[in-house]
């Protein structure tokens, strides 16, 4: 379950947003501030634990809660996830930013457009940011996230996988939130063509195969 924590910035203003930033949040502070930058904010796709810390099935996962004692910027989160992040961080929900879809986060002058995809979670989020789609657990190279996990909605899911994300150009690039395939990254008119969830063309065959 090799994780991936992104980190996009302006190289002119120095601004860095960190996405998901889970196990070692003081290490991934330092490392953007070595490369001659400064975290102003994180992005949150989902409330699991693997992604912005908690309880894994016993196991404590460092996340937003310890990143917060070493820098105090804004999480920006999905309304709908707000309540998850609370419950599962222990983070107050003052130290939330809660978005709806459609909404932009900026680090000095990248934009990052915020898209609300549920089905593995309630608020599951995807940024959009220069030709680039950070997934989250929402879809990967090969599969997409779970729908048997509290909060999970398979009809949901397939919305998200048909409709919500019907839009995003075959020349965008996906940034998946796991390593579940070869490779870590793929244009989506690959993607398209070979993932088996994506293959299903009416809601009745994608729930026969994936509820």
């Not at 699991?48 to 196991?59: C, I, N, S």
């Not at 309304?79 to 680090?107: C, F, I, M, N």
């Not at 909605?153 to 839009?167: C, F, I, V, W």
């Not at 579940?180 to 729930?207: C, G, I, K």
Request: hydrophobic share 40%.
């Amino acid at each position: 379950m090799v994780n991936f924590v992104y980190a996009l910035g302006d190289r002119i203003t120095g601004e860095a947003l960190l996405v998901d930033p889970a196990y070692s949040p003081g290490e991934l502070v330092a490392l953007v501030e070595a490369d001659g930058m400064k975290v102003s904010g994180v992005l949150a796709t989902h409330f699991h634990p693997d992604h912005v810390g908690g309880d894994l099935m016993g196991t404590k996962i460092d996340g937003i809660g310890e990143l917060l004692e070493v820098i105090d910027v804004p999480v920006h989160v999905h309304d709908d996830e707000a309540p998850w992040v609370t419950l599962v961080t222990g983070v107050d929900q003052s130290a939330l930013v809660t978005h709806e879809s459609g909404d932009h986060v900026r680090a000095g002058e990248v934009d990052v457009t915020l898209i609300h995809t549920p089905g593995h979670t309630p608020g599951s989020q995807c940024f959009l940011v220069d030709g680039r789609l950070l997934s989250g657990d929402t879809l990967f190279i090969d599969g997409c996230g779970r729908t048997d996990l509290p909060g999970a909605d398979p009809d949901e899911m397939y919305r998200t996988l048909s409709t919500r994300l019907s839009d995003i150009s075959d020349d965008a690039v996906l940034y998946p939130g796991h390593r579940y395939s070869p490779e870590s990254s793929a244009p989506m008119s690959d993607v398209r063509h070979h993932n088996f969830v994506l293959a299903p063309t009416t809601r009745e065959q994608w729930l026969a195969m994936f509820s």
